[in-house]
């Protein structure tokens, strides 16, 4: 079964643009939840996305946002991209409901500019 | 909300030596934690997890206790060998899915050979 993928995986912007990152989850999985990694704070939750619905989301500003299509797949928007942002941003794929595991896929690597 | 502490935040141990990573919560209601190991340039990888109604669980080298009175859960690699080496996080969740996970800081263990 293929893992989670995430596209494009390298990415840079400049600041005050906006961008738009894909998660595909694997198979059957209908959770996608989305992560922030950074040297400096870590990994730390956006939102989380289950048949098409957000769940729960992060202590992230407005900024962040997400959606997920009736196939699962899920995209997280960035608007007025700020230097802050360049992160290593995840995403983690699990069978919903009242499943726990989460899979990550191998990131999409933002730098702002 | 949640916040987990995870220590040291390196550790150096010789080949064939055994390695304990330490996390505390806060969050009496989390309910699951798992281990993701992160090696360079790569996705976290979940290694083994363990839900609040038991105290240890192992996987071959590796087992977890959790102390849910206390508020918290141990990592422990025995015999290690240099494919060990990468960061280690340690996680809380108190939802199904539904619920992020909340990352400790890291630990990055060196395997000397």
Request: proline share 4%.
């Amino acid at each position: 079964k293929a893992g989670v993928t995430q596209t494009p995986r390298y990415l840079i912007k400049t600041r005050g643009q906006q961008v738009t990152l894909s998660c595909s989850p694997i198979s059957g999985h209908r959770s996608v939840s989305w992560y922030q990694q950074t040297p400096g704070q870590g990994l730390q939750f956006l939102f989380e996305y289950f048949s098409e619905t957000q769940r729960n989301k992060g202590n992230f500003p407005g900024r962040f946002s997400g959606r997920q299509f009736s196939n699962s797949r899920s995209e997280m928007n960035v608007s007025t991209l700020e230097l802050g942002d360049s992160a290593l941003y995840l995403c983690a794929s699990s069978l919903g409901s009242s499943y726990y595991e989460q899979y990550f896929g191998p990131g999409t690597r933002l730098t702002v500019t | 909300g949640e916040n987990v502490e995870q220590h040291p935040s390196t550790l150096s141990v010789q080949e064939g030596d055994s390695a304990v990573i330490k996390c505390t919560y806060s969050d009496s209601a989390s309910n699951y934690f798992p281990w993701y190991k992160q090696e360079l340039g790569k996705r976290p990888q979940l290694i083994i997890d363990i839900r609040s109604n038991v105290g240890e669980k192992k996987d071959q080298r590796i087992a977890v206790t959790l102390n849910k009175t206390a508020k918290h859960f141990s990592l422990h690699i025995t015999e290690t060998q240099p494919e060990d080496s990468a960061v280690y996080f340690c996680a809380a969740s108190s939802g199904g899915g539904a619920d992020g996970l909340t990352f400790g800081k890291g630990t990055h263990l060196i395997i000397q050979p």
